[in-house]
């Protein structure tokens, strides 16, 4: 019974505060139900039609849905829905095109990449040599002349190219011709921007790059985990470095929840959902501009706005930390130049594909920009934060979780 008391606690929680972590989002009730299904009780290790335990034909029939469903939603040749998240996702695409200590470019963590685009802590960093790009210091966006000079004096056998912390469009064309340049590949890891790129409002990677990664539980909605999508000629490697080289037995009630929010992105309503998602990023990101708070790049392209707090004395922790008693849930981030610790960044980076899940529209953007600016501005005033929670809970009344 106490895990059922936890799970009502973290339904009101999540009830009750506004997210604006821009890797969070709200799961249909149709995938949930889909996660929690009879479906988890089966294993079926290997792939639709060439399975190592009995009892499976059912489970084919699901699997290929969701199959069929990510090839024709990004236009992929192949598609393997197995991989359980973004991370084993990715070491998946490295084991399958590369030898351990091969030559990798791939977006530093402090610029915008993710822990598993080369960090020194992950195992992608310690397995393959990784040479790390990152922003231009000036603009904060990416410099594809000096990712070229890169990529002519390493020639990495792989480009990694995404981000967990960039604001702006990436351009996938530039990034593939950069790495067929050098005779390498080009992997797109899109897990932040695959409902935008799904719906049409951020350009995809296909069919400039060889492999595209994404997570299913960002932006398109889904459940928690991660889809790698190739040209068919790599399909047999992808294939065999998810099972057996990576994983074992695949989540198949996860795999039933893909299937069902990738055919949901295939939806009109879910193309106006992605159009308001950039819509009200836009309005936040312009509004706190406004108010004098630091917008790393300019701008925002997508659903995430990164934000550096130097200017006005505050931390990365110290706003997370404040904006969270007054009901705002954010996460804080290094921003580009950063000097200070992971621990203590400078900034905080925040997203609105949540927010724009609950209904709310350029209004309620103009009036969180308010709300972060006072919380950011005064992070120890009690006075400050109850009034600032009291506004949250409205607006969560207004607009609950209904999907």
Same mark, same amino acid.
């Given at each position: 019974?106490?895990?059922?008391?936890?799970?009502?606690?973290?339904?009101?929680?999540?009830?009750?505060?506004?997210?604006?972590?821009?890797?969070?989002?709200?799961?249909?009730?149709?995938?949930?139900?889909?996660?929690?299904?009879?479906?988890? +009780?089966?294993?079926?290790?290997?792939?639709?039609?060439?399975?190592?335990?009995?009892?499976?034909?059912?489970?084919?029939?699901?699997? *290929?849905?969701?199959?069929?469903?990510?090839?024709?939603?990004?236009?992929?040749?192949?598609?393997?829905?197995?991989?359980?998240?973004?991370?084993?996702? +990715?070491?998946?695409?490295?084991?399958?095109? !590369?030898?351990?200590?091969?030559?990798?470019?791939?977006?530093?963590? #402090?610029?915008?990449?993710?822990?598993?685009? &080369?960090?020194?802590?992950?195992?992608?960093?310690?397995?393959?040599?990784?040479? /790390?790009?990152?922003?231009?210091?000036?603009?904060?966006?990416?410099?594809?002349?000096?990712?070229?000079?890169?990529?002519?004096?390493?020639?990495?056998? !792989?480009?990694?190219?995404?981000?967990?912390?960039?604001?702006?469009?990436?351009?996938?064309?530039?990034?593939?011709?950069?790495?067929?340049?050098?005779? #390498?590949?080009?992997?797109?890891?899109?897990?932040?921007?695959? &409902?935008?790129?799904?719906?049409?409002?951020?350009?995809?990677?296909?069919?400039?790059?060889?492999?595209?990664?994404?997570?299913?539980?960002? *932006?398109?909605?889904?459940?928690?985990? #991660?889809?790698?999508?190739?040209? /068919?000629?790599?399909?047999?490697?992808?294939?065999?470095?998810?099972?057996?080289?990576? /994983?074992?037995?695949?989540?198949?009630?996860?795999?039933?929840?893909?299937?069902?929010?990738?055919?949901?992105?295939?939806?009109?309503?879910?193309?106006?959902? $992605?159009?308001?998602?950039?819509?009200?990023?836009?309005?936040?990101?312009?509004?706190?501009?406004?108010?004098?708070?630091?917008?790393?790049?300019?701008?925002?392209? *997508?659903?995430?706005?990164?934000?550096?707090?130097?200017?006005?004395?505050?931390?990365?922790?110290? $706003?997370?930390?404040? !904006?969270?008693?007054?009901?705002?849930?954010?996460?804080? +981030?290094?921003?580009?130049?950063?000097?200070?610790?992971?621990?203590?960044?400078?900034?905080?980076?925040?997203?609105?594909?949540?927010? *724009?899940?609950?209904?709310?529209?350029?209004?309620?953007?103009?009036?969180? #920009?308010?709300?972060? +600016?006072?919380?950011?501005?005064?992070?120890?005033?009690?006075?400050?934060?109850?009034?600032?929670?009291?506004?949250? $809970?409205? !607006?969560?009344?207004?607009?609950?979780?209904?999907?």
């Amino acid at each position: 019974m106490k895990i059922q008391e936890l799970i009502k606690k973290e339904e009101k929680r999540q009830q009750d505060n506004l997210v604006l972590i821009a890797s969070e989002n709200y799961a249909p009730k149709a995938v949930r139900e889909a996660v929690g299904s009879v479906l988890m +009780n089966k294993y079926a290790e290997g792939y639709p039609g060439k399975r190592y335990y009995g009892g499976n034909q059912i489970i084919d029939q699901v699997e *290929t849905e969701a199959i069929n469903a990510a090839k024709k939603l990004f236009k992929a040749e192949h598609a393997n829905v197995q991989p359980y998240s973004g991370t084993p996702a +990715n070491l998946a695409v490295y084991a399958a095109l !590369l030898n351990l200590g091969d030559t990798v470019m791939g977006m530093a963590l #402090a610029q915008g990449g993710h822990l598993s685009h &080369g960090h020194k802590v992950s195992f992608s960093g310690k397995a393959y040599k990784f040479v /790390q790009y990152g922003v231009d210091a000036e603009t904060g966006l990416l410099d594809y002349d000096e990712i070229r000079k890169m990529a002519r004096i390493f020639r990495p056998k !792989l480009i990694v190219c995404g981000a967990t912390a960039y604001p702006r469009v990436i351009d996938f064309k530039k990034f593939a011709d950069i790495a067929h340049e050098v005779e #390498a590949y080009c992997l797109a890891d899109i897990s932040h921007i695959a &409902g935008l790129v799904a719906a049409g409002v951020h350009p995809s990677p296909f069919p400039h790059c060889d492999v595209v990664m994404t997570t299913t539980h960002k *932006t398109l909605r889904g459940p928690r985990g #991660a889809i790698i999508l190739c040209k /068919q000629e790599l399909a047999e490697k992808i294939d065999k470095a998810v099972f057996p080289g990576i /994983q074992g037995g695949p989540h198949e009630n996860v795999i039933a929840g893909k299937a069902i929010c990738l055919q949901e992105a295939a939806k009109p309503a879910f193309r106006t959902y $992605a159009k308001q998602i950039i819509k009200n990023a836009h309005i936040l990101a312009d509004e706190l501009k406004r108010m004098g708070i630091t917008v790393c790049s300019g701008g925002t392209d *997508t659903h995430l706005i990164l934000i550096d707090l130097t200017s006005i004395g505050v931390t990365g922790k110290e $706003a997370e930390q404040a !904006l969270e008693k007054a009901g705002i849930v954010v996460n804080k +981030n290094m921003v580009p130049g950063d000097t200070r610790s992971p621990f203590d960044p400078s900034g905080i980076r925040l997203g609105v594909p949540a927010v *724009t899940t609950r209904g709310m529209k350029e209004l309620e953007m103009v009036k969180l #920009a308010g709300l972060i +600016n006072r919380v950011v501005r005064e992070p120890n005033s009690r006075v400050v934060l109850k009034s600032v929670k009291k506004e949250v $809970a409205y !607006l969560c009344s207004k607009f609950p979780i209904k999907i």
